[in-house]
C-alpha cells in the first residue's frame, strides 16, 4: 500500500478513536498506542499537504518566468534552482509532463475534425471513413522535416550530407558553413557521434579534457524516454574513421542561431540527433546552435567564456 493510503487509513482510525471511549481497561494499553500511531499519521498527512502547497506555489512561479511552450526547452537547471532548490527536479518533471500534455493537445484530432474536412472537399464518392482514418492514423516520417525517414538513414550512414563546409577563422576554431540555400524545417545534418546513455556520456565527460568535453552533446531523451548522449569527443568516429563529421563543429549563437537539435529515432531503432534549420538559411551564412549554455551553467567556471 501507498504511503498516502497509510496516511488516510490512519487519520481515519484517529477520528474513529477520537469518538470512542474504551470500557475494557484492558484496552488501555492498546488504544494508546493505536492514537499514538493515528496522531503521528495525521501530523504526517498535515506535512505532506504543507509540502504539496509549497510546490505548487514553486511551480507558479516557475512556470510565470518559463512559459510551458510547444517547442520550447525545459528551464534549466540555474533557474530551477533559483525558483526552489528543494524541488527543482520535481519542477523540471512537472515542467516536461505539462509540455508533453501540450504536445499531445496539439497532434490529436478528432474524428468530428477529419470528418469536416473530408466533407469540405466536397467528394462525392469513394469517400474515406474519417472513423477509419483517425483509428490508423500516425505521424508521417519525420512529422516536419523535409527529408524522409530512408534519406537521413542514409545521409547518416554515408555522411555525405550536401551544402556544408568547413571553415577556420581566429576567433572561433573550425565552423561550419552553408555552401547552398536551406529551407526551414529541413534536415541539415545529423550530430554524428557514438550515442550512449547520459550517465555513460558524463562519466566519459568527467575523464576527457575540457576541450574534447564539448563535442559530448547530451540530448534530453529519446523516443523510449531514456536520457542518452551523442559522444563526439573523438575527431572522427569509428564508422567514419578518415573524415572529420560536421556536427561537432557547430559554433554557438543564441541570438543568430539557425538550427534546433532534435532527437530522431532511425527505421533500424538507432538514436541519432538530426538539426533542422530554424529560418532559411542563405549561402555562406554560418550554421549555428543554441548550446543552452549560460556563463552562469559552468557554476563559476564560464565567467571567462565571452562566447557564452
Ligand atoms: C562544439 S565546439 C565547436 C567547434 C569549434 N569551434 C572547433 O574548432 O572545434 C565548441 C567550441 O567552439 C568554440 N565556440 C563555439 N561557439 C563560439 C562562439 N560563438 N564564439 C567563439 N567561440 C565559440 C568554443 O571554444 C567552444 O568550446
Avoid at 38 to 47: F, G, Y
Avoid at 72 to 91: E, H, I, M, V, Y
Avoid at 202 to 213: C, K, L, R, W
Avoid at 296 to 306: D, Q, V, W
Wanted: aromatic share 8%; glycine share 6%.
Amino acid at each position: 500500500m501507498k504511503q498516502a493510503d497509510n496516511v488516510v487509513r490512519a487519520s481515519q482510525l484517529l477520528d474513529s478513536l477520537a469518538g470512542q471511549t474504551s470500557t475494557d481497561p484492558s484496552d488501555g494499553e492498546s488504544s494508546r498506542a493505536a492514537r499514538s500511531i493515528a496522531r503521528s499519521a495525521a501530523q504526517q498527512k498535515a506535512e505532506m499537504t504543507d509540502v504539496q502547497t509549497d510546490f505548487e506555489a514553486a511551480y507558479s512561479r516557475l512556470v510565470e518566468q518559463h512559459p510551458v511552450t510547444l517547442e520550447g526547452g525545459a528551464p534549466d537547471k540555474a533557474l530551477r534552482a533559483d525558483t526552489s532548490p528543494s524541488f527543482q527536479r520535481k519542477l523540471y518533471e512537472r515542467w516536461v509532463k505539462a509540455q508533453m500534455k501540450l504536445r499531445k493537445q496539439h497532434i490529436h484530432y478528432s474524428e468530428e475534425k477529419v470528418s469536416k474536412w473530408i466533407s469540405d472537399r466536397g467528394w462525392r464518392s469513394n469517400i474515406p471513413s474519417a472513423a477509419q482514418f483517425v483509428d490508423e492514423w500516425k505521424p508521417h516520417g519525420s512529422v516536419d522535416t523535409a527529408l524522409d525517414a530512408k534519406q537521413i538513414r542514409r545521409l547518416t550512414r554515408t555522411q555525405r550530407w550536401k551544402g556544408l563546409i568547413v571553415t577556420e577563422d581566429g576567433g572561433k576554431g573550425k565552423g561550419v558553413i552553408a555552401t547552398r540555400r536551406f529551407l526551414a524545417g529541413e534536415v541539415v545534418w545529423d550530430y554524428h557521434g557514438q550515442v550512449v546513455t547520459a550517465s555513460e556520456g558524463h562519466s566519459t565527460h568527467s575523464t576527457v579534457s575540457a576541450e574534447d568535453g564539448v563535442h559530448i552533446f547530451f540530448f534530453f531523451e529519446n523516443m523510449n524516454g531514456q536520457a542518452m548522449c551523442s559522444d563526439a569527443h573523438s575527431p572522427c568516429c569509428e564508422c567514419h574513421p578518415d573524415r572529420q563529421t560536421f556536427g561537432r563543429l557547430i559554433n554557438h549563437s543564441r541570438k543568430r542561431c539557425n538550427l534546433r537539435p532534435r532527437a530522431y529515432t532511425l527505421q533500424n531503432g538507432v538514436d541519432i540527433i538530426i538539426f533542422l534549420a530554424t529560418k532559411n538559411i542563405n549561402e555562406n551564412e554560418e550554421l549555428l546552435f543554441d548550446y543552452g549554455v549560460e556563463r552562469r551553467s559552468f557554476i563559476g567556471k564560464g565567467l571567462n567564456l565571452l562566447w557564452v
